[in-house]
Structure formats: C-alpha cells, structure tokens
C-alpha cells in the first residue's frame, strides 16, 4: 500500500535549486582556493641571495673551469664584503684543486681552502659544497690515474732491470766460454812453439 504522504511531495522551486547549486559551486571554489594557497603556504622559500649559484659557479659546474677560474679571482678582488669575499676564496680554492695537475698547483688550490676556512671561522658554511666535492673527486681520480702510472713505469723498470740481469748473466756464460776457448787455444799454440822448436 503506497503512502499517500509520497505521492503529495512537490519539487523543490527552481529558483532554490539554482541558489543550491550556486552555493555548491562557491564552496567547491573556495575549498579549491582555500587549499591551493594552503600548498602555496608550504613551499619553501626561495633561496637567500647568497645561496644562488653565482656565474663562477656555473662555469664550474658546467666544467668551463678556466672561465670559472677568472670569474672567482674577479670575484675576489672585487668583493665589499668579507663574506662574499671569502666565498669566492672557497671557489676559487675549488677550481684551482679541481684543475691542479702539478703538485705545486694542488697545494695552492688546498692552501687556499685552509685559508678559506680559517676565514669562515665557526660560521653555518653557506658555500656550494657540490664544488668541493666535484674537485675532491677529480683530484682522486687524478691521484689513481697518476698512481697507476708510475705503478706501470715500476713494472716496467722492473721487467727491464730483469732483462738486463739477464742479458749479463749470459755475457757472463759467454765470457766465461770465450775464455776457456780462449786458454785451450793458448796452450794449443803453445805446443804447436813447442813442436816447432824441437824440428
């Protein structure tokens, strides 16, 4: 048996389901907003001025390491600031490790980072520390190369000095046989005086 009470319900007027779809519309909207600028509120800042990657350190990390170089030693002399100062100092420490192929040139490059460091003091270190480690890397790179190398010139030593002992020893046999060659053919002659002698 139906309900009677059912059948009698009217529609909503139009007017009030255009308003409740507004509304819905309005509140989905600011939901949206709301939590938009809810994620927009936890990015994180940007980086402080002194932590962008300055052009020396893009030419340093794009390996243009001369350029890089030049850059720093502007960078250097001309700094106001003692901290800017010091920061191209730790560059420039960097690039000169990084490009060191003497040991003199490594030494300065590293005199250079001790100097940078005593200079910073017990300050947070704010430089880019990808430099350090790209340098540290190539000079370990380039201390195995060069270790392999005169590991290899060793080696090489070695089998010569074996070759050569070598080769004396057989002069040595061939001396020692020369030699008795040389005393049987002395007495060899010797009787051959003889002999002549007694005809």
Same mark, same amino acid.
Not at 140 to 157: F, P
């Given at each position: 048996?139906? %309900?009677? &009470?059912?059948?009698?319900?009217?529609?909503?007027?139009?007017?009030?389901?255009?308003?409740? !779809?507004?509304?819905?519309?309005?509140?989905?909207?600011?939901?949206?907003?709301?939590?938009?600028?809810?994620?927009?509120?936890?990015?994180?800042?940007?980086?402080?001025?002194?932590?962008?990657?300055?052009?020396?350190?893009?030419?340093?990390?794009?390996?243009?390491?001369?350029?890089?170089?030049?850059?720093?030693?502007?960078?250097?002399?001309?700094?106001?600031?003692?901290?800017?100062?010091?920061?191209?100092?730790? $560059?420039?420490?960097?690039?000169?490790?990084?490009?060191?192929?003497?040991?003199?040139?490594?030494?300065?490059?590293? %005199?250079?980072?001790?100097? &940078?460091?005593?200079?910073? $003091?017990? $300050?947070?270190?704010?430089?880019? !520390?990808?430099?350090?480690?790209?340098?540290?890397?190539?000079?370990?790179?380039?201390?195995?190369?060069?270790? !392999?190398?005169?590991?290899?010139?060793?080696? !090489?030593?070695?089998?010569?000095?074996?070759?050569?002992?070598?080769?004396?020893?057989?002069?040595?046999?061939?001396?020692?046989?020369?030699?008795?060659?040389?005393?049987?053919?002395?007495?060899?002659?010797?009787?051959?005086? %003889?002999?002549?002698?007694?005809?």
């Amino acid at each position: 048996m139906p %309900v009677p &009470w059912i059948h009698k319900m009217r529609p909503l007027p139009t007017r009030f389901a255009r308003l409740s !779809r507004c509304a819905q519309a309005v509140l989905i909207l600011y939901l949206l907003l709301g939590s938009s600028c809810a994620l927009l509120s936890q990015a994180p800042p940007p980086a402080p001025a002194h932590q962008l990657a300055s052009d020396a350190e893009l030419f340093f990390l794009k390996g243009e390491y001369q350029d890089a170089l030049s850059e720093f030693q502007r960078e250097y002399e001309t700094a106001l600031a003692a901290e800017d100062r010091n920061q191209a100092l730790y $560059g420039l420490a960097c690039t000169q490790i990084i490009t060191a192929r003497t040991d003199r040139e490594l030494a300065e490059g590293i %005199v250079n980072l001790q100097k &940078w460091d005593e200079e910073k $003091g017990t $300050g947070p270190f704010q430089e880019n !520390r990808r430099l350090l480690v790209l340098a540290m890397k190539q000079q370990g790179e380039v201390l195995v190369k060069r270790n !392999r190398e005169q590991q290899r010139q060793g080696n !090489r030593k070695d089998r010569l000095i074996a070759n050569q002992k070598e080769q004396i020893a057989q002069l040595t046999v061939t001396i020692e046989m020369l030699q008795k060659q040389l005393e049987e053919l002395e007495a060899i002659d010797e009787n051959f005086q %003889v002999k002549r002698k007694t005809l």
